[in-house]
């Protein structure tokens, strides 16, 4: 039963670092791209639009509730630091908790919550648009690859279910 419990923990970790990654990778591959086509004013509106639509509870459960397991797994492999599979749940849940969830609270919702702020039209509009695609994709960026990574780090523990 305990095996079960700890297999399903590191599936559902693994799979929603994957989803989580995958929705920020769209957004470093292409969706930022598009944005960026688009006249400051419409870019604006459109990303403040998405900021809104974002905050629902799929999407917060998909971001949250897998770093919430993330920070269980991690102080579960404390405990079983002997067990071969403890340092890749570590480092998965760590990559993803400070890579991802501490990433997205310091940097990218900062910016969201700037650009909420702005009126689309104008120059200031337009000056924070142009810094906030900069910086908001990079920080992006960071996300995307913490969060694949450790879907990564966190398959690899589920490779063997004798490790359990």
């Not at 770093?67 to 749940?89: H, I, K, M, N, T």
């Not at 700037?114 to 695609?133: C, E, F, I, Q, S």
């Not at 996300?143 to 490790?163: K, M, Q």
Request: proline share 3%; net charge neutral; aromatic share 10%.
């Amino acid at each position: 039963m305990a095996d079960d419990l700890v297999f399903g923990l590191k599936l559902v970790v693994a799979l929603g670092c994957g989803l989580v990654g995958g929705v920020f990778f769209a957004f470093s591959t292409f969706v930022m791209n598009a944005l960026a086509r688009l006249q400051p004013r419409d870019g604006i509106v459109a990303m403040q639009s998405i900021n809104i639509a974002a905050i629902n509870p799929l999407f917060m459960v998909a971001l949250f509730g897998t770093g919430a397991v993330c920070l269980f797994v991690a102080v579960s492999s404390l405990f079983e630091w002997q067990r071969p599979d403890a340092v890749y749940l570590l480092i998965g849940s760590l990559l993803y908790l400070i890579g991802t969830v501490l990433v997205t609270i310091a940097f990218n919702v900062p910016l969201n919550d700037a650009l909420a702020t702005v009126k689309p039209d104008g120059v200031d509009g337009t000056n924070v648009w142009a810094r906030y695609l900069t910086s908001w994709t990079m920080w992006n960026h960071v996300r995307t690859i913490a969060a694949l990574v450790a879907a990564a780090l966190f398959t690899i523990a589920l490779c063997d279910r004798t490790v359990q």
